[in-house]
């Protein structure tokens, strides 16, 4: 041919033949162009020019045929015969296209000139066949008909482990079964017995071991007599494993709902639609698939307080990656009470832009565990407020009992002075014995708002070091001879802001207490400062188990190895008046009563510190406070101007006091030092005399308390009037309330009460000089 263009004449009565030949030639790209005619005659008159195909330069002589044998109208091998004939003709190459094997008909094709070309193709169809045998994953075996294998493909061969040649001659129930008959379920024996292609799924142990879809199907012969079989035997074990996880996977799941008692949902987003399983209707007292459910449906059934914040967790949900969620509602049953039902989802199919179309979960019913979380949070609330109830009893019976003590002080020598004829010097002195009881009291009161974390602060640089080291020194004599105090401090601790007697205050108190719980024995009393800083990676708690907020600390420790405490101790040594006095460990300065440690924690409160307590039996206790460094701390100052001498007063005081008997005491005291003074029974009525006398009135003393108005309503509607005209609120609660309303006025201030009168006088006269001057710069 020589790269001259190929003309194909295709002779083909099958138009699914002529074009499989036709697209696989295409795809080899064999011959430059295919003619296709579908009978014998058809072809001869291609062939020798006649009637349509009389024209050769549409109609070119073929270079090659591919003949069919069996044609219409004229067949195969007449074409073939006519071709040896014509001298023109007879050097054209031709290959048959049959699937007979009659040896008639192939004799005949080698007599007519295509032995050459067909034998050639024939061999290339075995080589054909043959290859594609072998590369077949299936175990393929041809058996006769007495069970015999004639021959196996290479999968099976090497499935057996033997040479094909070595496999072939076996009986089939040997190789394969390693039997010496064949099985009952053969369904070779069977394909024998009803010449039916048979098709079973076989679990073998043997040789093949594995589970397998075989497929026997029958050869015949020309007398449809059975001559042989092909066996294809795929293995199928890992989907049937598969298969089978599955199932039992799906059963456990079974299972595991039907004791959980859960329900399982399916939601197809797009249309709304969601698939409830029957568990999902009949905790709800529905019958299963009662009614269609979709995601209307379902918000429709949500209790009205939970359908919209669960729908928006849903909605919320869609937009995460995961899109995992677990949302908790109330759900109408059928009787019209709720239920209580966690619903638990995730997503399992999107579409190319990530948006879910489906989501799968489950229902569980959870208001046995909802009633039981609300019978049990009553309880706590009920057990709280039975603790609340009884600390309030001993508070209120500590209070009562030292209060009542320093009343007997007083009225005692009130009486004695009333009663008994006596000189100045004696009189004198039972004043004197009356003022040092008022001061116990005007402590305890202290005590109570350091308690309750309301003590007013006086705020210093303080070094931790230095006043631990002193206090120390001053208590060495106080502390017994059979206790050694250790001191690991660091001299590098940066300094807290802090109020310092309340300081000493917890300092004292921890030693003491230390040295107390030791007793006669000897032991040792272990105090260290360090300056840990906290992070979330290396977190603290407190002795309530709240975390320590992050940050740098000064932390001092104080340890002994006294008596300890056992957990109860542990609860209530921060309870007001509660004493381990007679148990061995005494937890107050005030012979083991009153509000020592409680005291302590309202300190630490204040100071936004935090404490430890770590304790047990016959072995010691460890305390740690926390107090924020100077950097972290934001300073809490009282802005009241103190003298250092004080001066005689001037000016008018507006005294404001609810209480009659404190009015006229006042007034006196104003008076003597210095002041003229107007009053009010409240908030009200001073706010009026104000408006008329503002000119009159040089700095305002206010009552924190008071019925109508308040001192700090008060204060507003007076700054609304004169915005620099001085102002003292005077209060014995806490400082925090006037601090937050008065900010950073600098015409106004704030008093303790019980107030000592040089303290005031300082106060007043310090605000009236500095208000003149704010007026006089003005």
Known sequence: MNGEPLHILLVEDNPDHAELVIRNMEDF?????????????????????????????????????????????????????????????????????????????????????????????????????????????????IIDTNHTIVRVNRAMAERCGLPPELIAGKKCYEVMHTLHLPPEFCPYSKMLLDKEVHHEVVEEKGTLNGIFDVTVSPLFNSAGEITSAVHVARDISERIQAERALIKSSELLRLALDASSDGIWDWDVPNGSIYWSPRCYTMLGYEPNEFPVTFKKWKELLHPSDSDEAAATIREMMNIADGNFSIEFRIATKDDSWRWIMWRGKPITRNEKGDILRFVGTNTDISERKQAEEERLKFEQQFQQTQKLESLGVLAGGIAHDFNNILSIILGHCYLSKESDQDESDQRERIEQIEMAANRAAELCRQMLAYAGKNPLVQDRLNMSAMVTDIVKMLQSAIKKNVTVELCLTDDVPEILGDTSQIQQIVMNLIINAAEAIGEANGTIRIALTSPRLTGERAEHDFLSREIPAGSYACLEVSDNGCGMNPDTQKRIFEPFYTTKFTGRGLGMSAGRGLGMSAILGIIKSHDGALQLASTPGIGTTFKTYFPLISDVVPVTTPTPSLEIAEMGSGCVLLVDDEETLRTIGAELLESMGFTVISATNGREALEIYRQRPSDIDILLLDLIMPEMGGIATYHEIRKISPDVPLIVCSGYGVEEVLDSIGNDPCAGFVQKPYRPGELQSVLTAFIHKSRAIRAAA
């Open 29 to 141: 790209k064999i011959g430059n162009k295919i003619f296709h005619v579908e009978d014998g005659e058809a072809a001869l008159d291609y062939l020798f020019g006649r009637g349509t195909y009389a024209d050769r330069t549409l109609f070119p002589l073929p270079t090659l045929m591919l003949l069919d044998l069996r044609l219409p109208k004229v067949d195969g091998l007449q074409v073939l015969k006519q071709v040896k004939e014509n001298a023109e003709l007879q050097a054209l190459p031709v290959v048959i296209l049959t699937t007979s094997a009659a040896e008639r008909d192939m004799a005949m094709a080698y007599e007519y000139h295509a032995n050459k070309a067909m034998f050639e193709a024939v061999s290339r169809g075995k080589r054909e066949w043959e290859q594609t045998f072998d590369s077949v994953p299936d175990l393929i075996s």
